[in-house]
């Protein structure tokens, strides 16, 4: 058979293309068989679908960009002659016409059914309609049939003609036999009217004719019964070999459905793991290290200072690791270090949890001294890029009432930036669908953990103790980078996500992304007494905070 393709529209409308073959492949690629342009015909994918002949039909199979047949969107379908097929929404169309060769094939049940309906349902006399009927499954068999259908059919059909044919054969010289024997009693009887034989020997010949006969009679109706369980074998087995054959084609398609659907799978992993690297390659460099340090002061701008030093100038510590501090104090100021994440989703702007913009934010620890009358005031406040140098200093923008979310603002000094795309159509966070984790987990102790030793006692030795100067160095020399993680979404609420890529504390503030590169949430805390569940912020928080005026 051949498959003959006219087009309806598209860059090749007017054209008819003529294809024979197992496989057909069509699509916008060099190797397929049915080729469209793919700058005239953007619709079509590189490997857009698949037409394979099998059991005398042909069979489409959509490559997953979206395949029509009759205005009718499938996966995979059984194609009839003059079948419309729109390779795309908005695609190329084309007619399809199934092209009979001087071979073709035809399913037996079809065959069948095309036989009966022609003689035997169409005749009243259906006994006499049965010739016409078995000339015409013949001629069909042997003329549209494929050759396996063809020998199976002839094999049967010439063992049940033999057995019909034996049966007239035997009952024909079982004829012949009586009218030999009626010829013997005839001839008997002439002997005894002329007195030839005697009554005796007369008797003895009549009943041995008699014994003959009835031996005969009794071999003819052993043969004829044979012959009847002969004939019902052969119509059992026909009907146990169609069975069969229709039972195979089934598990045959069977397995293949599985294997079209365990090969889309694999594919669609494969795509989500390059496409997951290629999200961060693009996206790293727009994750910040924010470091904050702040300190308390009273109401007449008193800071809080430790009380007691050594010679050196640094506060004296307990055995518990405590030292006292108050305004009265004469030692240096009390500040308060932390760190977290942010990202950058516009020009110039960043966002992050509140709690590492406003590190004092809902932390009991400290809210006995703020409600005694101190106030918090920001020292240090500034973020790292990977590969930039310098720290861009922060300053608050916009702080969220609704959820645990801030907008940061920044001059981004004409240095350019990877922007973060925020999720914006609903339904994408999806439970179990892989997400990309990329932040600052553990903060200062991780980047310093990462740290050739050599070279961390060499800036140890350089800096000394302070924090600040530490990270300064860290990042001329290019040593802060993110971490990134990968995990899946196991559970999504309005108000939370769950997932189960991996942080820690200092990993707040982190953008979680989709493999098509685009934010979905903010980490904002873990459940430290279970790795597999970290909670997140939904990302329309965020769009929310950035939308107000």
């Known amino acids: 058979m051949g498959a003959t393709f006219i087009h309806l529209s598209g860059s090749k409308r007017g054209k008819v293309e003529t294809l024979a073959g197992a496989r057909i492949k069509i699509g916008s690629r060099e190797d397929c068989h049915l080729r469209f342009d793919p700058r005239n015909d953007p619709q079509v994918a590189p490997l857009h679908a698949e037409i394979c002949f099998e059991n005398c039909e042909y069979i489409l199979s959509d490559g997953g960009k979206g395949t029509f047949v009759n205005n009718r969107k499938v996966p995979e379908i059984i194609l009839q ?10 695609g190329p169309k084309v007619r399809l016409r199934i092209r009979f060769a001087d071979r073709p094939c035809k399913p037996f049940r079809d065959i069948c059914a095309d036989c009966l309906d022609s003689t035997i349902v169409a005749s009243e006399n259906r006994l006499a309609a049965f010739p016409s009927f078995l000339k015409a499954m ?4 042997y003329r549209e049939a494929s050759w396996k259908v063809r020998v199976a059919f002839f094999s049967v059909f010439f063992l049940m003609a033999g057995s019909i044919l034996g049966s007239p054969l035997l009952l024909y010289k079982s004829y012949l036999d009586r009218l030999y024997y009626e010829k013997s009693l005839l001839h008997l009887s002439s002997e005894i009217q002329s007195d030839r034989l005697t009554q005796k020997e007369l008797e003895k010949r009549l009943l041995e004719a008699r014994e003959q006969l009835t031996h005969h009679r009794t071999e003819t109706e052993a043969a004829l019964a044979r012959l009847r369980e002969q004939r ?3 119509e059992t087995r026909l009907k146990e070999s169609t069975s069969v054959l229709e039972r195979r084609d089934k598990r045959i398609k ?3 459905s599985q294997l079209n659907i365990a090969t889309r799978k694999i594919r669609d992993l494969e795509r989500e793991q390059e496409a997951g690297e290629s999200v961060i390659q693009r996206y790293m460099g727009g994750v910040a290290f924010v470091e904050v340090a702040y300190t308390f002061e009273d109401s007449a701008g008193r800071k809080i200072r430790f009380m007691r030093v050594d010679a050196s100038g640094e506060p004296v510590w307990d055995a518990n690791g405590e030292a006292q501090a108050s305004v009265e104090g004469k030692g240096p100021v009390v500040y308060i270090r932390s760190s977290g994440t942010g990202f950058v989703v516009s020009v110039g702007e960043m966002l992050t949890n509140r709690h590492v913009a406003e590190p004092w934010w809902e932390e009991h620890s400290v809210k006995s001294l703020i409600d005694s009358g101190f106030r918090p005031v920001m ?3 500034r973020a790292f890029f990977p590969g930039i140098r310098e720290p861009f200093p922060l300053r608050i923008h916009r702080l969220s009432d609704k959820a645990d979310i801030a907008l940061l603002r920044f001059d981004q000094r004409g240095i350019k930036l990877p922007i973060l795309i925020l999720d914006s159509g609903p ?3 999806i439970v179990g669908r892989p997400v990309i984790l990329i932040g600052y987990p553990a903060g200062m102790g991780a980047l310093l953990a990462r740290v050739d030793p050599a070279r961390l ?8 103790s302070r924090m600040s100067e530490i990270t300064n160095e860290l990042s001329r020399q290019g040593l802060i980078r993110p971490l990134t993680t990968w995990g899946h979404l196991s559970d999504v609420r309005p108000h939370q996500v769950t997932y189960d890529a991996l942080t820690t504390s200092g990993g707040s503030g982190s953008p979680i992304l989709n493999t098509q590169g685009k934010v979905v949430g903010i980490n904002q805390a873990v459940l430290e007494s279970f790795a597999g569940s970290n909670f997140g912020i939904p990302i329309r928080f965020g769009q929310e905070l950035m939308s107000q005026r």
């Not at 002659?81 to 908005?90: A, H, L, S, T, V």
């Not at 013949?138 to 068999?141: G, M, Q, S, T």
């Not at 006692?457 to 000394?464: E, Q």
């Open 379 to 381: 020292v240090l406040y």
């Open 427 to 429: 339904g994408q966070a």
């Open 232 to 234: 019902e074998g052969l």
């Open 457 to 464: 006692k060499k800036i140890m030795d350089a800096r000394g």
């Open 138 to 141: 013949l001629w069909e068999v």
């Open 81 to 90: 002659d003059r079948d419309i097929i729109e390779f795309g929404e908005g």
């Open 254 to 256: 069977d397995v293949e």
